[in-house]
């Protein structure tokens, strides 16, 4: 985990940056929780795809068939749940970017870290984009 964790604060970076050129920051805590929770959602229809296909392939395997195609679509649906992952995370930087007042306007929406006013990412989280 920690091998990658770096890398998936750098793709939650791009994806928050792709996201707000895109669309507007959220206006009230109710938008931000029902983005985060669709995303959510997506990431758990994924996930239970990849169950379900991971069983058909324990089947097979059971039976001493055959398993490659369903160990294929097993790697792509993977690859589709830490997608939806990172668009979740994303939307949580945005919900604290978007609304991020008082006590918190002063830290890094990402890592905490003590940042100029009117800054909502410090320079080390940025320079991971």
């Not at 890398?7 to 029902?34: P, Q």
Request: hydrophobic share 40%; proline share 2%; glycine share 4%.
């Amino acid at each position: 985990m920690d091998v990658i964790a770096n890398d998936i604060d750098g793709l939650t970076i791009k994806e928050l940056n792709a996201s707000n050129m895109k669309y507007h920051l959220f206006h009230t805590s109710h938008e931000g929780y029902a983005v985060i929770k669709e995303e959510i959602e997506e990431t758990m229809d994924v996930m239970n795809e990849l169950l379900e296909t991971f069983a058909v392939a324990w089947d097979k395997i059971k039976k001493n068939q055959p398993a490659f195609n369903e160990i294929r679509m097993v790697k792509k649906l993977s690859k589709k749940v830490a997608i939806e992952a990172v668009q979740t995370s994303a939307m949580c930087e945005k919900f604290n970017m978007s609304l991020a007042t008082g006590h918190n306007s002063n830290q890094c929406v990402i890592c905490g870290a003590i940042i100029p006013e009117g800054s909502h990412v410090c320079n080390g989280c940025r320079s991971r984009k």
